[in-house]
């Protein structure tokens, strides 16, 4: 194996441990906790470990959360009510909306009620237009921790050949927004793409974001090529990620793991949104 790994794990400890200082710093500053609202509807099972997850990251790191598990049958406007009501509420500064929602309740209206001041998870339009428009704003979770990810390398960005494969709106298409910005030249690839091989053997920085298990081969990577692996695919229990790790790591000069790459940095940089938020409400 060349290629060196980043430590998802590692990483997602240092960015905690900042996080946790400022959070402590808003503490004393302000008197109270930053405080994140979690909404899960329904008993999804996966969903419910992720909630799980968030919560216990928000205890380790002097973040309040506030839990509202709803059942499956929970009418729209119920949802939107305590939307409202979390709004206005001073003790919260990020909601999250954990999907996805039952098939009765409408994801984009839901979506559409929670404060763009509040959108712990960026997926918000005006967050996605703040992006695009090179304003601040909160931005998704992960694509902030891709980046994150990226830049501990060391390797310069600029004028680098970004490759991204999948342009889903909270993965694909703001990470390659985040690297334009970073001054990549940036393709973006998805199921359409003619032997998107073409494009991605040419990849400095090639981040894969399809959800398919080993979609990426170590013949399709340029040498030396910094990888960054998104996907989680669950396979009879066990997570894969879209990069074939055994034959990449042969080519490519650094590679995330998965699991241990993309999902810690995730759930780091929703921590960091949300103190980001508060501080913002505050000014
Ligand atoms: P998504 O909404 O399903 O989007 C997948 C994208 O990949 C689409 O743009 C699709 O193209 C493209 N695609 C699918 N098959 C392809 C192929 N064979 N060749 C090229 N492109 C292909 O998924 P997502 O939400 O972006 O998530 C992607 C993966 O990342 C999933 O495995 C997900 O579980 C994982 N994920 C991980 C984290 C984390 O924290 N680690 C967070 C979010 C997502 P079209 O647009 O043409 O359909």
Known sequence: MKAQIIDGVALAAKVKAQVK?????????????????????????????????????????????????????TPEQQLIELIIRLNSDPNVDGILMQLP????????????????QKDADGFLAVNAGNLMLGYPGLNACTPCGIIEMIKSTGQAVDGKQAVVIGRSNIV??????????????????????????????????????????????????????????????????????????????DVAGYITPVPGGVGPMTVAMLLKNIVTAATALKL
């Open 172 to 249: 694909g298409k703001p990470t390659a927004l985040m690297l334009l910005d970073l001054n990549a030249t940036v393709t973006m690839c998805h199921s359409r793409t003619h032997n998107f091989a073409n494009f991605s053997r040419h990849a400095d920085i090639l981040v894969v974001a399809a959800g398919r298990k080993g979609l990426v081969t170590g013949d399709m990577v340029k040498a030396g090529a910094i990888v960054i692996d998104v996907g989680m695919n669950r396979v009879d229990g066990k997570l894969y990620g879209d990069v074939d790790f055994d034959s990449v790591a």
């Open 101 to 116: 929602l039952p098939a009765h309740i409408s994801q984009a209206k839901i979506l559409s009620y929670i404060s763009p």
């Open 21 to 73: 200082k400022d959070a402590e710093n808003f503490l004393h500053q302000f008197g109270r906790k930053t405080g994140l609202a979690v909404i899960l509807v329904g008993d999804n099972a996966a969903s419910q470990i992720y909630v799980r997850n968030k919560i216990r990251a928000c205890e380790e790191n002097s973040i309040q959360s506030f839990h509202f598990c709803l059942p499956e049958n």
